[in-house]
């Protein structure tokens, strides 16, 4: 490592309106170092790293590579500075092929293509790093391990001294991460400088140096040797970790309302979403499922609501059977599934909260029963929801895209939580929710078990889960690889069988059984 | 008379190329524009406007040249309106689309009654069919393809310079990258915007050399509304043929032969309906899209907004 | 200088960008008149006479205006669904022929019989036509942009072959074709014997309150708004979207199809192969116009009605040609579309490029 930094910023701001997202922020790296931009959600790292990008112009501050001050325009400028990005969600064209991925928007020349060139360059990068993608295949055949490294070849295809990578292993198993830090560790010896943004605690530690972000500012920056969790910990959250919940009183399990069997289902290309799922979850049981998103739990629990027809399999809801019939005979029978992206998928945007409030139940009995919708029961019901789940929000008549991402959730809990008599399905429910949030989110799905109904919880957070369920299962591969009891499981054993590692021999249960 | 007569055939199969030529002409415009993710629905419109206006210079300077170039410009002033609207303003692409159609062939209408002309074209000369030395003397296959008119010819060609400019060149992926994922150029700091409006006027602007050469050759006299639907077909062979030139190319040959036999009809003496022999493009494209569902050429931004800077 | 998107706009601030449209509107109207060479102040006079200078101008006025109204109202109920359709053209032309055809079916029987089975006919016909453009988007994905179109086209072609053909009234040559006129008790009566307004737009009256009413109280229209500003959100709440699609298709064809009919048997009496058209597209601009909900629609609606009789009028005074009216109506939709999304940005003038 030189002595000279080959990036440094000084007093770096950025404001967005009133928020303050980057508050005088200075850091500095070294060729052939790995930093790590350490923060919580929403600590300003992301718009950092678009700044040191280009992609976003600072209110104020310096930005020096190599010593000599500069002020991007646009990322073109930043990567002709040097300076590579691998943004979070990846950007990539999924129809065509790897090579035009990298190449797009490259070359001096207007006209001519030259892709021979373009593939030698790649051939020898390739082999450099013991990368191996086939040029010629379309993006979107690509796992999502190997998209990963197409958007890093992108980097490096334009030479950069200085690469950002954000949140890299958002996406990837642990395998996959292993094998992303021997790369980072290969570009680092070729004096590449590497900037880590992440929020993992694991990751973290590999680094040279950590600059630690809090609310937009940095509160510090150490060396890797000095970093411990709970000294990154309080610098992340100002105070020391929170206590541990309190145990709950042990519950005698009830009859079982949700058996699957078999369960099956492939996605538009044939590839396989979900292998051979049996399951079994009783009244008063929450049953965790624990995975690397994209393992197939979406496919699992849209099944299991009647959103997805498996290939094949059977699926029994209190007696019932309901494989292949559609979401309207599931709700029927008392299911109510909380989903992953909750604008795209569960409320109508600019619906108000008292028409989102009875998104299914229009038809409903209970709201006018038949041909027209009676406004006063739709307000009461409203009005009832808003105090009971505190929704801020000036009006039951307040369209829902207005609302914080806390209480448009609230919405979506409010009526599903009505919904679930029997069994509720929760996929990523806290996901993006402030701490009061998710307390509230957890209190309410206690309560909903202490009901009687059965739970099926997909959380991508382990203590979550682990605080939560009666059962964790866990997703590899489209198979549910084993099923743990949290209290005797630890979870380095639970992030090994997400990785693909093979069940362990002890602590299991059988993965169905007759009730 | 039999009606599978030599000449009668070889005028089907050469009246077949001449009319394909305005649909492959626009169609290869509207490739491009589609590439880049934008709907133009208004190919119609832009068509009627080219043809009109193609008309109206032609009647005042008797020049081809200059009509041909003024129905160009045409379609590059429409293109230039509908890139403001859709990629400038982000509405809708489809109402924009209706909405141009509907002002085209409202507006030549109105001019085109204001003017009080209704003057016959047919006179002037129009493109004369321009053979090929030697292969024209071809038996059958010369008479068909090889004594049609310059843009025909030039239509023809510029399917494999299509290819090859969208393939082989670095615009050509950039624009094909512009309707897949528009971020990529923007993670470069390749500007996305110019090269959208670039993209619909180039496009417009082919669709004004079509609509120049149904007006200039293939008519005699400006009707309103004589684009007839063709704007149509072209969306409909983009969609027929899956966004690839050859598979649009197929769809456009398969319409302008039902197209051709159907101003043969009344000659043939078929036992269908004339109606029937007019209506069969447009049930043709019907069952070729029900056959052939196949989407997955679709630019994955077709439609929608570009909502970067 | 930047352009940056407002968060919220102030009323005032719509109400003079639609102003400053109307007022664009009028210059281009100006503009228009003078480049046919007529006298401008003129031509708008007697445009503006022939639409409502006396009652039995109004009435005319109004007499147009419905059946677009109601095309438009067709248009509303497909669009707020997220249904793109084009389609209402052929549906109005086969609901005139639908009703046309059971006229003949229906000779024998007492006029009012006669007619309401008449427009029953008219509106099975229209909404056939409709719900195979949604069954060819369900079954085929086929895009409802395109079969719309396509099926238009062989609608029109097929009301021409009929025309020309069994449907011929005797002694016409093969120049114009056209139907033998309609019995007259078939005529719709007029209303309340006020000469000209015939009862079919107590139906363009009645397509207005349901419309409205679905639109805001029923579940369907709860349906058809889920459905246009979220259908990923509706299918996963248990709602079947292609019969969703189907149910809306056959109610909008068959809203169209009444228009064919009142044009057919309230006004013109026979059909010919152009007397009908351009009622379908003019009420896709209509209800864009007005913004798809009813209020706005009938509006828009009424307005245009009212310019195309004066049209009429200012063509036989100052020789503007007619079509002047839909040029217009592509001049006022882009400029009502530009206000409406211009009124979101507003120019900043910042020292950072």
């Not at chain 1, 929704?391 to 979506?412: F, H, M, W, Y």
């Not at chain 2, 008479?143 to 310079?161: H, K």
């Not at chain 2, 063709?230 to 966004?243: D, E, F, I, P, Y």
Request: hydrophobic letters at 50%; a neutral charge.
């Amino acid at each position: 490592m030189s002595a000279a930094p080959i990036l440094r910023a000084t007093g770096l701001t950025k404001r967005f309106g009133a928020v303050v997202a980057n508050d005088s922020v200075s850091l500095e790296i070294f060729p052939g170092e790995l930093l790590c931009l350490f923060g919580e959600n929403g600590a300003g790292k992301s718009t950092l790293s678009a700044m040191l990008y280009g992609e976003k112009r600072p209110d104020a501050g310096r930005l020096e590579i190599k010593g000599k001050a500069v002020a991007f325009r646009s990322p073109a400028d930043a990567i002709k500075a040097g300076i590579g990005m691998v943004h979070q969600h990846f950007v990539l064209a999924k129809a065509l092929t790897v090579l035009e991925n990298i190449v797009a928007g490259t070359g001096a020349k207007v006209w001519r293509l030259d892709l021979d060139a373009a593939r030698a360059r790649l051939a020898e990068i390739g082999a450099e790093l013991g990368i191996e993608v086939d040029l010629d295949r379309p993006v979107w055949r690509l796992s999502v391990g190997e998209q990963q490294w197409v958007e890093i070849l992108k980097a490096l295809y334009l030479g950069v001294e200085i690469l950002i990578l954000d949140e890299p292993t958002a996406v990837l198993t642990p395998q996959e991460s292993d094998q992303l830090f021997g790369l980072i560790g290969m570009m680092r010896r070729r004096g590449l400088a590497v900037i880590i943004v992440t929020h993992k605690l694991r990751e973290v530690l590999q680094a040279d140096r950590i600059t630690v972000l809090r609310r937009g500012r940095n509160v510090g920056t150490l060396s890797g040797a000095d970093a411990t969790p709970e000294l990154l910990t309080q610098m992340m959250v100002g105070q020391a970790a929170a206590a541990a919940p309190s145990a709950e009183p042990p519950r005698a399990p009830g009859r079982v309302i949700v058996q699957a069997q078999n369960l099956a289902a492939r996605g538009f290309g044939g590839e396989v979403l979900v292998d051979d799922v049996s399951l079994m979850v009783r009244e008063g049981e929450i049953l965790g499922i624990a995975g690397v998103a994209g393992n197939g739990q979406k496919p699992l629990l849209e099944m299991l609501a009647g959103i997805r027809r498996p290939d094949h399999g059977v699926i029994t809801i209190d007696g019932q059977s309901l494989e292949g019939r559609g979401p309207a005979a599931f709700m029927q029978a008392g299911v109510g599934i909380i989903p992953e992206d909750r604008y795209a998928e569960g409320l109508v945007g600019e619906f108000s909260i008292a028409d989102n409030l009875i998104l299914g139940q229009q038809r409903a009995g209970r709201y006018g029963g038949g041909l027209f919708i009676t406004r006063k029961k739709v307000a009461e019901n409203a009005r009832e929801a808003m105090a009971r789940y505190a929704i801020a929000a000036p009006s039951i008549d307040t369209e829902v895209r207005l609302l914080s991402g806390g209480n448009a959730q609230k919405v979506v809990l409010a009526r599903e939580l009505a919904q679930a008599s029997v069994l509720l399905l929760a996929n990523q429910p806290t996901r993006g929710l402030d701490i009061g949030v998710v307390a509230l989110v957890h209190a309410e799905l206690r309560q909903k078990r202490a009901a009687g109904a059965a739970i099926i919880l997909v959380c991508e957070d382990l203590d979550d889960l682990f605080a939560l369920s009666d059962r964790i299962a866990v997703m590899f591969a489209g198979r549910i690889v084993d099923i743990l009891d949290p209290v005797s499981a630890s979870r380095e054993t639970v992030g090994g069988l997400m990785a693909g590692h093979a069940a362990a021999a002890s602590n299991r249960e059988p993965v169905s059984c007759e009730s | 008379m039999s009606f599978l007569d030599n000449t009668m055939l070889i005028s089907i199969f050469a009246m077949t190329l001449a009319t394909a030529t305005p649909l492959i002409l626009s169609a290869i415009g509207e490739l491009m524009t589609q590439r880049a993710g934008i709907w133009n629905l208004g190919v119609e419109g832009t068509m009627l406007t080219a043809a009109f206006t193609a008309y109206a210079v032609v009647l005042a300077t008797g020049s081809l040249g200059l009509a041909t170039l003024a129905a160009v410009a045409a379609g590059c002033l429409v293109g230039a309106l509908t890139a403001a609207l859709t990629a400038g303003l982000k509405l809708d692409q489809f109402v924009i689309g209706l909405t141009i159609n509907l002002l085209a062939s409202g507006l030549t209408l109105y001019l085109f009654r204001a003017s009080g002309t209704n003057l016959d074209t047919s006179g002037l000369n129009s493109f004369a069919p321009v053979a090929i030395p030697g292969l024209s003397k071809i038996p059958f296959i010369g008479a068909v393809l090889f004594d049609q008119p310059l843009l025909t010819y030039v239509a023809f060609a510029l399917i494999p310079a299509a290819w090859l400019f969208l393939y082989r060149t670095r615009v050509g992926l950039d624009l094909r990258v512009l309707g897949e994922n528009p971020r990529v150029l923007e993670t470069r700091g390749v500007a996305v915007m110019p090269r959208l409006w670039a993209a619909t006027i180039a496009g417009s602007a082919m669709t004004g050399l079509g609509g120049a050469f149904l007006m200039l050759d293939l008519s005699d006299r400006f009707t309103p509304d004589m684009s007839a639907g063709r704007g149509w077909l072209v969306v409909v062979a983009l969609v027929a043929g899956n966004w690839s030139l050859f598979g649009t190319l197929a769809a456009i040959l398969c319409f302008a032969l039902l197209d051709a036999i159907a101003s043969f009809g009344q000659v043939l003496s078929l036992p269908v309906p004339y109606e029937f022999l007019l209506a069969m493009p447009y049930l043709a494209s019907i069952v070729i899209l029900t056959v052939f569902r196949s989407r997955s050429g679709q630019p994955a931004q077709l439609g929608i907004p570009y909502t970067g800077k | 200088m930047r352009i940056v998107k407002r968060t919220k706009l102030a009323p005032v601030w719509s109400v003079a960008l639609y102003a400053a449209a109307a007022v664009a509107s009028l210059g281009a109207a100006a503009a228009l008149i003078a480049i046919a060479g007529a006298p401008v102040g003129d031509s708008l006079s007697a445009l503006a006479s022939g639409a409502v200078g006396s009652p039995a101008a109004a009435i005319d006025s109004l007499v147009k205006a419905a059946p677009f109204i109601l095309t438009g109202f067709a248009t509303c109920i497909a669009y707020r669904a997220g249904f793109w359709t084009v389609g209402q053209e052929g549906q109005v032309l086969a609901g005139g022929a639908a009703a046309w055809q059971a006229s003949l079916w229906t000779s024998g029987l007492p006029p009012a019989l006669s007619i309401a089975l008449c427009i029953l006919a008219g509106m099975i016909g229209g909404g056939a036509l409709a719900g195979l453009a949604a069954w060819l988007k369900i079954r085929f994905a086929m895009s409802e942009i395109v079969s719309t179109v396509m099926l238009n086209y062989v609608v029109f072609y097929a009301l021409s072959w009929l025309i020309s053909g069994p449907w011929m009234a005797s002694g016409d040559t093969a120049s114009y074709q056209q139907t033998s006129v309609l019995p007259q008790d078939l005529w719709l009566p007029d209303i309340f014997g006020i000469a000209d307004l015939h009862m079919g737009v107590i139906l363009v009256a009645v397509a207005l309150v349901w419309l409205y009413l679905v639109l805001s109280r029923a579940a369907l229209g709860y349906e058809i708004r889920a459905m246009g500003l979220n259908a990923t959100a509706l299918s996963q709440r248990g709602v079947s979207l292609s019969k969703l699609i189907f149910k809306i298709m056959l109610i909008s064809g068959a809203v169209s199809a009444v228009a064919g009919f009142i044009e057919t048997f309230g006004v013109n009496h026979r059909l010919t192969g152009d007397n009908l058209s351009g009622l379908g597209y003019e009420g896709i601009i209509v209800a864009l116009i007005g913004r798809l909900t009813p209020v706005g629609t009938l509006l828009a609606g009424l307005f245009f009605g009212a310019l195309h009789n004066g049209a009429l009028f200012m063509n036989v005074m100052t020789g503007v040609p007619t079509a002047l009216v839909e040029t217009l109506q592509g001049i006022v939709l882009i400029l009502f579309l530009v206000v409406g999304v211009a009124g979101h940005f507003r120019v900043e003038w910042s020292k950072q490029p």
